[in-house]
């Protein structure tokens, strides 16, 4: 196996560097300065660059790759990137939180500038000359007045180590000067993926592996009562049906034998009702034990609300989302002994091997977690499970296991996008100034990374304790506050302490939730002001990047100035809304534009183009941004207009595309975007931010549209024509 | 039981070990190693696993391999004639037409039937033949486009 050659490296470089070291806690990883963790100059002629963040579908490999080919100025052909390995690469924790280009980027170009220097001293000394004469083209350095005299990285460093840190602030190359970063350098991914290649982890296979796939239980919190092993008598190829407590699978010879054995197998569970009725889930989410952040107490709230001339107040409800990946969740793992090599499309392989080694009691650095790229996850799917799942099945039967995840696992088994209930309120005085802003959020925890195996479904099934209690509680807090300028202003997040359904990261974790409510309020507050939707914004938003973000969706989106709503009343109404939101406060600025069309009578929504602004500071890949901010505006329009997890008191009842249906393509409207470089602010992440302004601009463009107010995600007819009457 | 069944994938023949119900996606896959055609929901809803039998796009994830008979079946990989990918396939990488790239091979396998079909579908005809590939993260503008562009590759317009 590739992976083997690593092995020898020298011990001096092992000790120092932070591959495969043995704590595997820490959210974000470890850090290391270690130059040899990150870049490796290879005899011929290639540059391995590692990273421990891994691709997610959002093209972070080419981003990074170009990253380290503009820093090392060498072509991007020559850089090999290894992302994600246990024993290869850098702890970088999670990949989340659009922090690849942030972190990985950010170390990567310093170890680029390290790496390059060093190289440049070395060609200084072989070549006899000093090092402001020297040039640099595609990793051959040369002498300027003699093109002559030259000598290529590889046959300066090919396989040898740097052995030395990345020093702290390594000036690095100014960023008018790039030829790479900054360019559409395509994705190194595509041309595979579309000729058949092996590319997932779905694909991948090893010698003599076998088939797995899983009886779970049709709720959670069911018991296993009896298993009857004979029913599946006569059927060909069952290895072993594994049951431990409530865990249980199938390992066959081939796949269809796995899902013919999964089927066919007797099992009879005993349930109870462990969720509140659909019909109950705000108020049961209102009624729960919270534990309480006040985020913002700035002025005095109370007072400025008492005396405001308008009083405002709204309520608005996001349900339960399923992160839905196209592809649902595969892992092999090969367990012999207490040596484990586990293959995986998790974000953080880093964490989850250390909660592998706890699950099956082996010390964490026998647990070596390579990670292959799956379906899009954005966020937290099955992924993490599967592996779990793979493992214990690997483990019975002492061979190799793909265990591939049906499409009803992956739906009711994977931890959803948490329902949210937000409620705010706003006072305005005479001129429609708002003098008084109170938000608040009751949310569980956003995040529920699988640190311990409580944390994993296969922990749970074989403990038998089904946990939705979290330990710690993150992500409702995101785009809680605004960027506005309100002088009395509050933003509290309840935090619920027990989800009903199991929950964890999704895209923007509440960014999208909280812009949403926050969004449509300002919305609220504009049309009672009686003013212009865009014009009302920018009062309160001193900041210039703000501003021209605002003002560049509406002038793309051709927006007229004027009160909402529009106040015509045909059949077939159309309007238009803004929302704008400053991801996480500080990372980027986005505002979109949407135009709908409502069929007053039955309720259809149409979205007919939506215009996003975007400032990101530097953009890395102009082309893979706009991917990214077109895909965030779909799959968002999709959670807005049509998602939401249906459940009873005992069985989740979205298990299928009918029963959680998506948007198609009939449905996908024009998506217009208008990218505003900064060449001299850093490059922020762009995975998440435009996820985050969609569903408040398609809710303030049917209220522009109708009239009628939109509070609850999804935006089905029914809800549209509930608001109308 | 098994040793009967022979199938035409991508030109050649192969003899199925499988049982005759296996459906046809995990032959493919497990039996002649493809990796084209992905397993996406396993009830014939998301179009993943596509493939095409003779010039019609097929759900292979349900359909019984003993029911292909001599029809030719052409995968993801079988696009690919002489080492040059398909003018689809071209498309796509131009367009950067992917995002995951899970549901692309349906989303190929799609167009190359429509294209046959309808050289030159409208906006409405592209959407109506797409829609029941699902995507997750996004990417219906752009794959509409590399749909487009296959459109001039293929009539000779853009094409080398």
């Known amino acids: ?109 310093n170890a680029g500038s390290q790496a390059r220097r060093i190289l440049f001293e070395l060609a200084a000394r072989r070549l006899a000359s000093n090092l402001d004469q020297l040039n640099v083209q595609d990793g051959v350095i040369s002498v300027i007045q003699d093109p002559q005299r030259k000598v290529s990285y590889a046959e300066l460093m090919g396989g040898k180590a740097f052995n030395i840190e990345v020093a702290e602030n390594i000036p690095v190359k100014d960023s008018q000067t790039y030829k790479v970063v900054g360019t559409s350098t395509p994705r190194e991914d595509i ?22 796939r899983l009886v779970r239980p049709p709720s959670v919190g069911a018991e296993l009562v009896s298993l009857d092993d004979s029913s599946l008598a006569g059927l060909p190829g069952v290895v072993k049906v594994v049951q431990r407590n409530n865990f249980i699978g199938v390992v066959t010879e081939r796949e269809e034998q796995a899902i013919l054995a999964a089927q066919t197998l007797k099992v009879e569970w005993r349930e109870r009702p462990t969720l509140p009725p659909m019909q109950e ?31 405002l107040q709204a309520t608005y409800y996001q349900p339960y989302h399923a992160h839905a990946s196209i592809g649902p969740s595969c892992a092999v793992a090969d367990v012999k002994g207490d040596q484990i090599i586990v293959w995986a499309s998790t974000p953080g392989p880093y964490p989850l091997s250390g909660t592998l080694a706890k699950l099956l009691d082996v010390p964490p650095e026998n647990v070596h977690l390579i990670h292959v790229e799956g379906a899009g996850s954005y966020g937290q799917n099955g992924s993490d499970d599967a592996a779990a799942d793979a493992v214990i099945l690997s483990q019975a039967v002492g061979r190799p296991v793909r265990l591939q995840w049906s499409r009803q696992d992956e739906f009711v088994w994977e931890p959803k996008a948490p329902a949210m209930v937000m409620e705010v309120r706003g006072g305005l005085d005479l001129q429609g100034n708002v003098v008084a802003w109170d938000y608040q959020v009751w949310s569980p925890s956003h995040v529920a990374r699988a640190h311990s195996p409580e944390q994993l479904v296969a922990g749970q099934l074989l403990s038998g304790q089904p946990s939705t209690q979290f330990g710690f509680s993150f992500g409702a807090e995101r785009n809680a506050p605004t960027n506005y300028s309100f002088t009395n202003q509050r933003v509290t997040v309840h935090y619920i302490a027990d989800s009903p359904l199991r929950a964890s990261s999704f895209r923007s974790l509440g960014g999208a939730e909280n812009t949403f409510a926050n969004e449509s309020f300002m919305d609220e507050l504009a049309a009672d002001a009686g003013m212009d939707a865009v014009e009302f914004r920018l009062r309160y938003l001193p900041d210039e990047r703000a501003r021209e973000v605002i003002k560049s969706a509406a002038s793309k989106a051709g927006w007229e100035a004027r009160p909402s709503p529009q106040g015509k009343s045909n059949r077939l109404a159309e309007g238009r809304g803004i929302a704008f939101a400053w991801y ?46 077109e895909g965030n505006t779909i799959q968002s329009l999709s959670r807005a207009l049509k998602e939401e997890v249906l459940f009873d008191e005992w069985r989740i009842k979205s298990v299928d595309w009918e029963s959680y249906p998506i948007l198609t393509f009939s449905e996908v409207p024009e998506v217009e975007i208008f990218l505003i470089n900064r060449p001299k602010q850093p490059a922020l992440g762009a ?11 398609v809710a303030n463009a049917i209220f522009d549209a109708t009239g009628a107010r939109l509070r609850q995600i999804p935006f089905t007819p029914e809800r549209v024509k509930a608001a109308l009457s | 039981m098994s040793g009967e069944i022979v199938i035409t994938v991508n030109g050649k023949p192969y003899t199925v070990q499988s049982a005759p119900g296996t459906p046809l996606l995990y032959v493919l896959r497990n039996e002649i190693g493809l990796n084209g055609p992905h397993f996406g929901c396993g009830g014939e809803k998301c179009g993943a696993c596509m493939v095409l039998i003779g010039a019609e796009p097929k759900l292979s994830c349900h359909l019984p391999v003993s029911e292909i008979g001599h029809a030719r079946i052409t995968t993801l990989e079988g696009l690919i004639e002489e080492g040059e990918l398909h003018p689809v396939q071209r498309a796509f ?41 699902l995507c997750r993260c996004g990417t219906h503008l752009r794959i509409m486009r590399a749909v487009k562009r296959a459109e001039i590759l293929i009539s000779g317009k853009g094409g080398d």
């Open chain 1, 687 to 697: 995975g998440e931010p435009s996820t985050t302004t969609t569903a408040a601009a």
């Open chain 1, 1 to 109: 196996m590739a992976n083997q050659g690593r092995q020898t490296k020298p011990e001096s470089m092992r000790r120092k560097g932070h591959r495969g070291s043995g704590r595997r806690e820490a959210f974000w990883g470890q850090l290391t300065n270690w130059l040899d963790d990150w870049l490796e100059i290879n005899s011929d002629g290639t540059v391995t660059a590692f990273s421990g963040k891994v691709e997610l579908g959002t093209g972070v490999r080419t981003a990074l790759a170009q990253i380290v080919a503009e820093e090392l100025d060498v072509s991007i052909e020559r850089v090999k990137m290894v992302m994600g390995d246990t024993q290869r690469t850098p702890d970088e924790g999670y990949t989340a939180g659009s922090m690849t280009i942030n972190s990985s980027g950010t170390a990567l170009r």
């Open chain 2, 93 to 133: 990488i131009e367009e950067q037409a992917t995002q995951c790239g899970y549901c692309v091979n349906g989303m190929i396998i799609t167009t190359a039937a429509l294209l046959w079909k309808n050289p030159h579908p409208t906006d409405e005809q592209i959407r109506t033949a797409l829609d029941g590939n």
């Open chain 1, 191 to 212: 041309p595979r993926k579309v000729a058949g290649q092996s590319a997932f982890i779905q694909d991948f296979r090893v010698p003599g592996m076998l088939h797995a």
């Open chain 1, 584 to 629: 996480e406060n500080d990372q980027a600025i986005v505002a979109s534009v949407a135009h709908v069309q409502v069929d007053t009578f039955s309720g259809n929504v149409r979205v007919k183009r939506i215009v996003v602004a975007h400032d990101c500071g530097l953009i890395i890949n102009p082309d893979g941004l706009r991917n990214q901010i």
């Open chain 1, 281 to 311: 889930l705000y108020t049961t989410l209102r009624s729960r034990r919270t534990e309480d952040n006040f985020l913002i107490d700035q002025g005095d709230f109370d007072a400025a609300w008492k005396n405001a001339s308008r009083q």
